[in-house]
C-alpha cells in the first residue's frame, strides 16, 4: 500500500555537470568535466585535520534573519565560459552555479543530512507493491514565477510531458522510467506520475530531477534551439527561484539579480529551513551575484588575490594557499568535492575495448607524480567512480571499513607499476600484457604487485585479453623519435596505428598554459606509455570543444574530464555507466524519431555497449528501494567498474574555496562542494558584514 514520505536515502543527480579535470575542466551531472582547471586543488580526509586556514565562521547559525543585513554585490570568478542559458542543454558547471539560482526542482536536498525534504512539492507516497508503480504528489500552493504569473498544476503537468516527448539527452536517465502523468483522481494528492518499473532513487531523481518550466514560456518550443535570454531580453529564463538573470555573455560575465519577492515569502521560509542548524530562512540576503569570467584559472587566482572577485569556482591553487591565509580579509572554507577528475576511454574503438589493454595503460600513470608532486598531495588519490564525500555506495565503505576508505589494498590495484622511482616497470608490465592477463577480481599477483581480490566478490567482465598481444620492431613515427622506445606493441599482429586508421592513440589535453599541472602528468604518462611501446599523441582543444567532441560526437580516444554534483548514493553511476545512456550511433532516442548521435548522453564511453558491462547491477541498484540493499548493489556495480576501466580516476578534490571574509559572513564550513553542489546554501546565507 502507498505511504506518505518527505525523506530519502537518495540524492539528487539531476544537476550533475561537466567540470575541467584536476587540471582539465568540469561538467555538472547534469553534466559535469574536471572541476578546477589543470591546477585545482584537493586534500586528504587525513590531512584536514592537520591542515590549518583561516577561520571563517562556525558552520551553526546563531540569530535570525530579521538581524541580518540586506544587499551587497558578491563577485563570483570562473576560469570557464558558461555554454547556454537553456537549462536544458546547458551541460557544464559554469552554467548551472547561476541557472540553478533561476530554477527550481520538485524536492531539494538537506546540505548536512542527505535527506530528500519538501520544496516546490510538498509530500509524496510511491506504491511499494507494484511493477509499474504509481507517485502521488502535492505541489506547493501560491507559488509565482519570477515575472509575477501563478505557478499552476498546468505548469508540473508541462515540465514532465514536454520533457517526457523531447527527452533531453543529459535527463535521459531520469525520463526514461516516467510513463504518463496526469492530475491525481485521490482527493489526498494533486498528481500521479505512472513508472514503467520501480526507480530506487525516485524522490530525489524522479521527483527531483528536472527543472521546473513555465508553460507560458516554453510552450511550443524546440528546446535545442531555444534561447531564454533573447526570448526574455528585459528578465532573462523564467523560473521559481530566488534570482533573474540579468545579462548573460558567456566569453565576459553573467549577472544573477536575487529580487524575487514570490521566493522570499514562500520556499525560503519553509518549515524544515526554518527549524535548520546551518540553514537561515529568509535568504539569500544579497541584491546581486556578479559573474565574470577569465580565461584561464591562473588569471581567476590572481584577480581573487588582487581583491577583483570575492570568490571563485573551485580551490584555491595549492602555491598560493599560504598566502591567502596570511591575508586578514581572505579565507578558506572546507569542503570535499561533489565528483571526481578521470581520463575517460572510447570502448567502441580497438583496442580500448579490451580490459586488459586498458588496465596495462594505467599501471603508467605515476599517480605519485600526480598527487604529491605537482599537487603537494593536496588531492585523494582516484579509484572508484564514487566521491567519498558521499561514501555510502563505495565498495571500501559497504564491504571493508569506513576507516579502510580509500587505503584498502584493494583500492590500489592499477597503481603505477615503477622498476625505481619515476622509472616503469618495463619487462613486468610487457609480460602482463603478452601473457593475456586481467585483473578480474581475483586475488594475486599482478605486474609485481599483489592485488587481494575483489572487496564485494564481483568479477571483471573479462578474465583474459580480448587479443592477442605481442611486440616487436619500433615501425611508428611516434615511437621513433621517442629514444626509451625499443619495441612496439601488436595487437593481432597489427601495430597500434593499423588498427586504428594510421594514428596512433590520441589523448585530447586542456591548453598547456591554462592546466600546466594536468599537461605534465599527461606528458609523463605519454612518456612511460611509449617507452613500453604503445604510441600515443596528445591533441590541445578547449573545454567546450572537447565536450562536443566527446559527448556529441563520440569521436575520441582518451580524455581528460570530471564531473561535479553526482550526489550521495550512486545513481550517477547508472548515468554514466548503463548502456541506456550511451550512443551506438544508430538506434533511436527514447520515444523519439530522431537518432542519438544529436543527443549528449552521459555514458559517452559506450561502456555495456563494448568494453564490459555493469548494466545488470546497475539497474538491479535502480530499481531496489531498500537503501541497504541498494548501497551494496551499487557498491559491486562500482567495482565492477572500477576493474574493467572504462574510466581511470586520477583524483577527488579536497575544496579549499577562497571568499573575501572582510565583507561578508555567514559562509557555512564542511559541505559538499561549496561553489557548486552547495552553493545554493553558501548564497543562502551570505551576507554583508556590519
Avoid at 247 to 264: A, C, G, I, R, W
Avoid at 295 to 303: C, I, L, R, V, Y
Avoid at 462 to 475: H, I, L, M, N, P
Wanted: aromatic share 12%.
Amino acid at each position: 500500500m502507498p505511504h506518505r514520505r518527505n525523506r530519502s536515502d537518495g540524492a539528487n543527480d539531476s544537476r550533475r555537470k561537466f567540470l575541467k579535470a584536476s587540471g582539465a575542466g568540469a561538467v555538472a551531472l547534469s553534466l559535469a568535466g574536471c572541476s578546477g582547471g589543470g591546477d585545482q586543488t584537493t586534500t586528504t580526509t587525513e590531512d584536514t585535520t592537520e591542515e590549518t586556514t583561516t577561520e571563517v565562521e562556525s558552520n551553526t547559525v546563531t540569530g535570525n534573519a530579521e538581524n541580518i543585513p540586506e544587499g551587497g554585490t558578491l563577485t563570483y570568478g570562473m576560469s570557464a565560459k558558461p555554454d547556454s542559458s537553456n537549462v536544458l542543454v546547458a551541460s557544464s558547471v559554469y552554467s548551472g552555479v547561476a541557472l540553478y539560482r533561476v530554477y527550481q526542482f520538485g524536492t531539494e536536498l538537506d546540505p548536512v543530512t542527505n535527506e530528500v525534504k519538501p520544496w516546490v512539492f510538498s509530500d509524496w507516497t510511491i506504491e511499494e507493491d507494484s511493477d509499474k508503480p504509481n507517485i502521488y504528489f502535492n505541489m506547493q500552493k501560491g507559488l509565482k514565477w519570477n515575472d509575477g504569473e501563478d505557478f499552476t498544476k498546468e505548469d508540473v503537468l508541462f515540465t514532465f510531458r514536454y520533457c517526457m516527448e523531447n527527452v533531453p539527452g543529459q535527463y535521459a536517465s531520469i525520463i526514461e522510467p516516467m510513463e504518463s502523468i496526469k492530475e491525481s483522481s485521490k482527493s489526498d494528492w494533486d498528481f500521479a506520475l505512472k513508472l514503467n518499473k520501480p526507480i530506487g532513487y525516485w524522490e530525489n531523481d524522479t521527483l527531483g530531477g528536472l527543472p521546473l518550466l513555465p508553460k507560458h514560456k516554453w510552450e511550443g518550443k524546440d528546446f535545442k534551439k531555444y534561447d531564454p535570454m533573447k526570448a526574455n531580453p528585459d528578465h532573462g529564463p523564467v523560473g521559481l527561484g530566488p534570482g533573474r538573470l540579468t545579462k548573460f555573455q558567456p566569453d565576459t560575465s553573467m549577472q544573477l539579480v536575487l529580487d524575487n519577492e514570490h521566493y522570499y515569502d514562500t520556499l525560503s521560509q519553509l518549515d524544515w529551513r526554518k527549524e535548520h542548524d546551518q540553514v537561515i530562512a529568509g535568504g539569500p540576503f544579497l541584491d546581486k551575484v556578479n559573474f565574470k569570467i577569465y580565461g584561464s584559472k591562473t588569471a581567476m587566482t590572481q584577480a581573487f588575490l588582487q581583491g577583483e572577485i570575492d570568490t571563485h569556482y573551485g580551490s584555491m591553487k595549492t602555491s598560493k594557499l599560504s598566502q591567502v591565509k596570511n591575508n586578514d580579509g581572505m579565507g578558506l572554507i572546507n569542503g570535499i568535492g561533489s565528483g571526481f577528475s578521470y581520463f575517460g576511454f572510447n570502448g567502441r574503438r580497438k583496442p580500448l575495448d579490451d580490459v586488459a589493454f586498458k588496465q596495462t595503460m594505467t599501471f603508467l600513470f605515476d599517480e605519485y607524480f600526480w598527487i604529491q608532486r605537482l599537487l603537494q598531495n593536496n588531492a585523494i588519490k582516484g579509484d572508484f567512480a564514487q566521491t567519498p564525500g558521499y561514501p555510502a555506495p563505495r565498495p571500501d565503505y559497504q564491504f571493508a571499513s569506513e576507516d579502510e576508505m580509500l587505503t584498502h589494498p584493494a583500492t590500489n590495484a592499477f597503481d603505477f607499476r615503477s622498476a625505481q622511482a619515476a622509472v616503469p616497470d618495463v619487462e613486468a608490465i610487457r609480460k602482463f600484457i603478452t601473457d593475456g592477463k586481467v585483473i578480474d577480481g581475483s586475488s594475486g599477483t599482478y605486474a609485481g604487485k599483489d592485488y587481494p581480490g575483489s572487496l564485494s566478490g564481483v568479477k571483471a567482465s573479462q578474465s583474459e585479453a580480448k587479443y592477442d598481444y605481442t611486440f616487436g620492431k619500433v615501425k611508428s613515427s611516434v615511437l621513433k623519435n621517442h629514444q626509451s622506445a625499443d619495441k612496439e606493441i601488436r595487437v593481432d599482429g597489427k601495430t597500434i596505428p593499423e588498427v586504428m586508421d594510421g594514428d596512433p592513440i590520441t589523448i585530447f589535453i586542456d591548453p598547456p598554459k591554462k592546466t600546466p599541472k594536468e599537461a605534465k602528468a599527461i606528458q609523463r604518462w605519454t612518456d612511460n606509455l611509449k617507452t613500453v611501446g604503445i604510441p600515443v599523441k596528445t591533441q590541445t582543444l578547449s573545454f567546450n570543444t572537447m565536450l562536443s567532441k566527446v559527448y556529441q560526437q563520440e569521436d575520441f580516444d582518451i580524455y581528460p574530464m570530471g564531473w561535479g554534483g553526482t550526489g550521495p548514493f550512486g545513481s550517477s553511476a547508472y548515468a554514466f555507466f548503463h548502456s541506456d545512456n550511451a550512443d551506438d550511433l544508430s538506434k533511436k532516442d527514447h520515444e523519439s524519431d530522431k537518432l542519438n548521435a544529436e543527443s549528449t548522453l552521459y555514458n559517452a564511453i559506450g561502456y555495456g555497449l563494448s568494453g564490459g558491462s555493469a548494466d545488470k547491477l546497475l539497474s538491479d541498484a535502480r530499481t531496489e528501494l531498500n537503501p541497504d540493499k541498494r548501497n551494496k548493489l551499487s557498491a559491486k556495480a562500482l567495482e565492477r567498474i572500477y576493474l574493467d576501466m572504462p574510466y581511470f580516476l586520477m583524483d577527488y578534490e579536497k575544496m579549499k574555496w577562497p571568499v573575501n571574509t572582510k565583507k561578508f559572513g555567514g559562509f557555512v564550513e564542511g559541505l559538499v562542494d561549496p561553489p557548486y553542489a552547495s552553493f545554493g546554501t553558501e548564497l543562502n546565507n551570505i551576507h554583508l558584514k556590519e
